[in-house]
């Protein structure tokens, strides 16, 4: 963990980085574990990197999932690379997380998923037993999932070279007629809403990281969402979803307010914690903002139809603790956050390594 | 390298082995580099765990590519993780590689690659500059093959928990109307062609890896195949196609032979392999039938079009080299190899790990 706290620098900084997506920092000569956090080193290293390579207009789109013509259906692609550490965690492991995660990111362009893809690149020495445990673990949640693993590859690198196991997994989806959603489709006036309470599986996987463990009665919120997405879809107008994974509820509803160019504001006392989690978040330093959620996201709602979509949220098993956590307004692409004691504040995106590995 | 090479074991174990496909060997209580050569361990590994997990019929068929229906549509899916060592070579690097190897997977299936996703695994400390080259070299190979990057993924690992950079990449493709190429369509009278010299890839890569490096005038032969294939399928009855990555020609034919339960007879001096490639491989103790390509296939093509076939590659700048080298047969799943010495003698899959971290 870092001690470089997003959110928490002098007045000075806050106002330089103000802007939800400001002009990148030049990575510099090597590559920094701050560079996977999801936050603003990510998010530098893909603009400074990645587009300016890939001039395509879909990967400019930055989304979680790529929404493709092809021969006149909607199919929607995505990937994802899991070296979360440790491999098995309070409420899931390394093989459903990749599972879900993918999965969520097809959903959160209301993709239905049909298809996956698995790499694994495995350690030598890497226990068979753990593997067949992590594969039945993906095997399950594929079925969960209503998902088709279809094709995979698996290589092996010499001890040293790897950490045991990382999965990579890639989907394809198919976007029904009619649904569009994207996170540019965010405007002035809609209300955010988080699905679900926030925070626990960073601090699920944290409570087993090595040098840090500690006992908490947290697990893993890392789950499928598609149903969850479509019983929000059919209730009102949802504009934009992203699921609040590397960098937490903070980092997405930047992302959100950078594509969408609008300002948003969050009401941090709206915004369900289970008390376990702010007891643990306090002990190690983090902001629950901040942390990697795997099956929980954030939305963003026409005003008309927020508390069908609300009801429809709260009617089902995962979206029981949903809430209105916020709202769209003008302005330059920022977030605000209107804290407890009634003050509001920038809330930037993440830009440290506060969570490295967390999924 | 491995002293198991593999065609080279005594007649008890010849006989034992000389099926293509012999019931698995459970995988031992830890993963080995041999699980990630491509040969018999992989495949052991695959069967053991993989598909004792996901009982799918399109994975069990274990082909380059999936295809699936999509809505009345025919695509193609495949993904592969390059961890090549080391990630610049003659010839090429991970980065076009990874396009590249991608993209044939889709061509082995006959269909048109569409869109690319990328995942990155990267160590921390890995040099900002290699990384760029990299991605230079991606969108280069993505051009050359008509293939649009429209997703992807970063991660980073702390120093010693990876090695440097991995790339792992999947593919969408779509399969024109009225194609069907696959292992199972393989039959006895089809005539076998390699679709250039081999071997060349695997010699260049270890010419320059650490404790190995040689001088040595070879060039990975690492190209898109998308082209080629075209021109064969136009041109007669292709059966099916393997391009002869990890595990070599040798292995890759005795996939072919297990999936359509056929046996196959390789005319070892019709195979061509350049005169540094041989020369290399036999400093190395290398059998070159073993060594990796990433941009040569085999095919099976019904006999009345066999001789347009080969033109047809032969009219190709990438295909010049091609030759018939060798013919199918009824008979239990195997290949024979009749070697320059006029014997014939069972050419078994890839037993060891000859050469790991290849591609």
Known sequence: MSADRPGREPAGLEQEFALACPTPIPPGDTILLGHGSGGRLSSDLLRGIFLAAFDDPELRRLNDAAVLDADGIRLAFTTDAFVVQPPFFPGADIGSLSVYGTVNDLAM????PRFLAASFVLEEGFATKDLERIVRSMAEACRRSSVRLVTGDTKVVERGSGDGVFVITSAIGTVPDGIQVAPERTRPGDVVVVSGPVGAHGVAVMSRRAGVA????????????????ESALAAGDVHALRDATRGGVATVLNELAAAASVSIVLDEQAVPVPEPVRAACETLGLDPLYVANEGVFVGTVGPDGADAVLGALQAHPRGRDARIVGHVEPGAPAVHLRTSLGVTRPLLMLTGDQLPRIC
């Open 109 to 112: 362009v209301g993709a239905k």
């Open 214 to 229: 500690f006992e908490v009665d947290v697990e893993s919120d890392s789950a499928p969402l598609t149903d969850l997405v």
